[in-house]
């Protein structure tokens, strides 16, 4: 393994040199990691304090021609489980943690909206014509009534059509309007 390595190393080597002033290209548009993080670290600060249940940090990733993604699993709200000292849950408990997921779920959208528009800002070197998603996966325990609430929400907008928008100071509902909005 190690002396594939520095064979690959050395045939590189040979091809660069055989070749003055040839380097090989490095992609321009590459979002630099940096930037990832920044975004990353941006969605965790937003999502670790009450009501949200963060289960994790975020993940970004850049994916060339396509954009940045940028993925994180929560609860809407914080839900006391079944444990030794709280061994069942009454309908009425159940019907609150809905109720307040529910509600949850609507304030989550316009924070994710809202960091759609900050990551286009961000994330400088993304070229304009790619796209920005930021995808959540909800955690629930098994006794919750999930009608009504998706499993995973994601939004994904275009870079330019972002900047655009926030140039011309654009209302939310119109930034809305731009944001490709799927649950499952």
């Not at 941006?42 to 304090?49: A, M, Y």
């Not at 939004?155 to 809305?176: C, F, G, W, Y």
Request: glycine letters at 4%; charged letters at 25%.
């Amino acid at each position: 393994m190690k002396i594939a390595a520095l064979l690959a190393s050395a045939v590189f080597s040979v091809a660069v040199l055989a070749h003055p002033g040839s380097t090989p290209e490095v992609n321009a548009s590459r979002v630099p990691v940096a930037a990832l993080n920044e975004i990353e670290k941006t969605t965790n600060d937003r999502f670790t304090s009450d009501p949200w249940d963060s289960l994790g940090d975020t993940r970004g990733s850049y994916l060339p021609g396509y954009g940045a993604i940028f993925t994180f699993e929560m609860s809407l709200v914080r839900v006391t489980p079944i444990s030794p000292f709280h061994l069942t849950t009454s309908p009425e408990e159940i019907k609150s943690v809905h109720d307040r997921k529910v509600k949850q779920l609507a304030v989550l959208k316009d924070a994710m909206r809202d960091m759609l528009v900050k990551a286009a800002a961000t994330l400088t070197t993304l070229p304009p014509s790619e796209q920005i998603c930021f995808e959540a996966y909800f955690f629930s325990q098994s006794f919750e009534d999930h009608r009504g609430l998706p499993q995973r929400l994601s939004m994904t907008a275009n870079r330019q059509k972002l900047m655009d928008a926030v140039a011309r100071h654009a209302k939310p509902a119109e930034i809305s309007a731009l944001v490709e909005e799927r649950e499952e």
